[in-house]
Nanobody, 126 residues
């Protein structure tokens, strides 16, 4: 069974940084993708960034370019989302998601992942 466990959320002042972690377990091959999403009470889950483990490629939504960086530590089966220069509008619940059947589809369209983590709250104060 595939499981995703996020950590690293919290309260940060505007202009600060956070690093979120998504620890992955249960995949039987390395041909999968991990994407980060975020959601507020007023929005649907929006894709932020994505990485494909087997080919080590990364993708970013326009909203994430320049401030957010996705990275991986394959030895730890963990994908990170580094967030810099945070703004109050970045306040949201952040989720990681995984797709093993169509990893490129997840990274290109941020749609229909097979698995979700439980989410971690990020709050940015002004």
């Amino acid at each position: 069974e595939v499981q995703l466990v996020e950590s690293g959320g919290g309260l940060v002042q505007a202009g600060g940084s956070l690093r979120l972690s998504c620890t992955v377990s249960g995949f039987t091959s390395d041909d999968y993708a991990i994407a980060w999403f975020r959601q507020t009470s007023e929005t649907v889950r929006d894709g932020i960034a994505c990485t494909m483990r087997k080919v080590n490629t990364t993708y970013y939504a326009d909203s994430a370019k320049g401030r957010f960086t996705i990275s991986s530590d394959n030895a730890k089966n963990t994908v990170y989302l580094h967030m810099d220069n945070l703004r109050p509008e970045d306040t949201a619940v952040y989720f990681c998601a995984a797709e093993g059947f169509r990893p490129l589809f997840l990274c290109k369209h941020y749609a229909s992942p097979d698995y979700w983590g439980q989410g971690t709250q990020v709050t940015v104060s002004s």
